[in-house]
């Protein structure tokens, strides 16, 4: 079911979904590159730069490319469904995926994983999620919280952000899918 604003989707209780699965329900479109960096002398001579843009190409809602921003040749661009099928490890019957959504064009997606309820004297319940927040902006990296707010949109991610205990930070590099 979509959120209400169309920025993702909730997946109902009895959908057993995966990350990878619903990443391509959400992002299946989106791709994104590092392209060389040029820049030209005064003489007019081009050159290539050792640094790259990141660049999100044209989807189907739209049809320009999006620069993400500038990193070094190293930045190592990955897929959001490369990323989402190493979260298809975790055991869903206790992690089970409850929203996926898009954010900024592309720029970061994130993934609410139900974690444990608890309660407070036995009449207070709480709920907690973990949330991955998967990101394409370099400089930014990707994100595991615990969270005990269930991102939905770019409102809630914020307020789920700050309600975090625990903030695992993953660096774009190679591994960041192991």
């Given at each position: ?114 974690g444990e309820d608890w309660s407070v004297l036995g009449r207070d319940d709480m709920r907690t999620y973990f949330l991955v927040n998967l990101s394409q ?42």
């Open positions: 079911m979509p959120a209400w604003h169309n920025l993702g989707i909730v997946f109902p209780a009895d959908i057993d979904i995966l990350p990878s699965q619903a990443v391509e329900q959400v992002a299946g479109d989106l791709v994104f590159e590092a392209a060389p960096l040029f820049w030209r002398s005064p003489d007019s001579t081009e050159h290539k730069s050792t640094s790259k843009i990141i660049l999100r190409k044209p989807t189907a809602e739209d049809p320009t490319y999006k620069e993400l921003g500038i990193t070094s040749e190293n930045w190592n661009c990955q897929s959001y469904q490369t990323l989402a099928r190493s979260l298809d490890k975790i055991d869903r019957t206790v992690f089970k995926l409850e929203t996926c959504g898009v954010l900024s064009g592309g720029e970061l997606l994130f993934l609410a994983l139900r902006i370099p400089g930014t990296g990707h994100r595991c919280l615990h969270v005990t707010v269930r991102a939905v949109c770019d409102n809630t991610n914020i307020m789920a952000i700050g309600s975090s205990r625990i903030d695992l930070r993953i660096p774009h590099s190679a591994d960041a899918a192991q």
